[in-house]
């Protein structure tokens, strides 16, 4: 039987992941860092191996993987706010490389050279693209505009690092935006979802305060994107990197008139400037043909689904 180990199993992506490998005939450890966030995997967690770790104890980790012997990793564990990270970029950086480092070295010094590891980086990591660089594939000039970007620099690069020194199986990929039921609200889409939500139910103001609206992204479920996780570690080429995502751009206005019109509710748009980062990227438009050449993945969940369930979850608990 095939054994899987999932750091961050208990947040946004690494709770769906866990819950579609699932359905294959594989083992599944998993570590998260807070009892609390156990909520999101409560359905499934009797059928998984779940072990609580600050994964910057490099001592505990190489116990873990010396025990678990893992064949395939996705190490999704991370401090994941682009935004947050301009507040902390300090423990942002820290712990997102620290992390990073323990995982690969508790690979290696467990001589296990078959096992295959996923990497999660980033497309923050392209930051300030030039309109005539879109749609941005792997060659993209890095130009980072938050703490978040450096730190998945970092961890990109790392893995990059531990293929070429020790020949350790790492695959990367650079996911763009994936959004849907469940993510923490510091996220601007289910920042408005929750916001409506809360509106409809007659929480405060019918005023939504936002920030910029003028900036795209490529946005993909969340589902379509651990899909495209568990085929990538098996068909990826170790060594490489890959961007993931839809190949479309929305503009956050459009985004937010989308989730707008999926309300009865009449509710004003105010801007609100302490709600602007100290920068932003213009437009995030991904070319995953690398990606589609290697897998044949394409994404099956439309914006407006998602968007839909996004915005019924928020509805289902406040």
């Excluded at 130009?143 to 020949?167: E, H, R, W």
């Excluded at 996780?229 to 098996?234: C, K, M, R, V």
């Excluded at 099956?300 to 509805?315: A, N, V």
Aim: proline share 5%.
């Amino acid at each position: 039987m095939t054994k899987v180990f999932i750091t961050g199993i208990s947040g946004f992506a690494g709770s769906y992941l866990a819950r579609y490998l699932r359905k294959k005939d594989i083992s599944i450890t998993g570590t998260y860092l807070m009892d609390e966030s156990l909520k999101v995997i409560e359905d499934i967690k009797d059928r998984l191996s779940l072990i609580k770790v600050d994964l910057q104890d490099a001592t505990r980790v190489l116990e873990l993987i010396n025990t678990i012997k893992p064949d395939l990793v996705f190490h999704l564990a991370a401090l994941t706010s682009p935004g947050d990270s301009f507040n902390n970029p300090v423990a942002t950086i820290q712990n997102n490389i620290a992390a990073q480092i323990n995982i690969l070295e508790g690979i290696k010094k467990a001589k296990l050279p078959d096992t295959k590891i996923l990497i999660v980086s980033s497309a923050e990591v392209y930051g300030l693209v030039k309109k005539e660089d879109l749609p941005i594939d792997e060659d993209t000039k890095l130009m980072p505009t938050n703490p978040y970007a450096v730190s998945k620099i970092a961890q990109d690069f790392l893995g990059l690092q531990y293929f070429l020194s020790y020949k350790i199986k790492v695959i990367r990929v650079r996911p763009f935006n994936h959004i849907g039921p469940g993510q923490s609200p510091s996220f601007v889409v289910p920042a408005f979802a929750k916001k409506i939500a809360e509106i409809e139910k007659g929480q405060g103001k019918p005023t939504l305060l936002v920030g910029s609206l003028d900036a795209k992204r490529d946005f993909t479920d969340v589902r379509d994107m651990v899909r495209a996780y568990s085929i990538i570690i098996e068909k990826g080429k170790p060594g490489e990197v890959y961007n993931i995502g839809s190949g479309k751009s929305y503009k956050i206005a459009d985004i937010l008139d989308r989730l707008l019109s999926f309300s009865k509710s009449k509710i004003a748009v105010k801007i609100d400037k302490s709600l602007f980062r100290p920068s932003d990227n213009p437009e995030l438009l991904c070319d995953a043909n690398k990606f589609i050449r290697a897998t044949g993945w394409s994404p099956e969940i439309s914006i407006d689904t998602t968007l839909k369930d996004t915005l019924d979850y928020w509805r289902n608990i406040i």
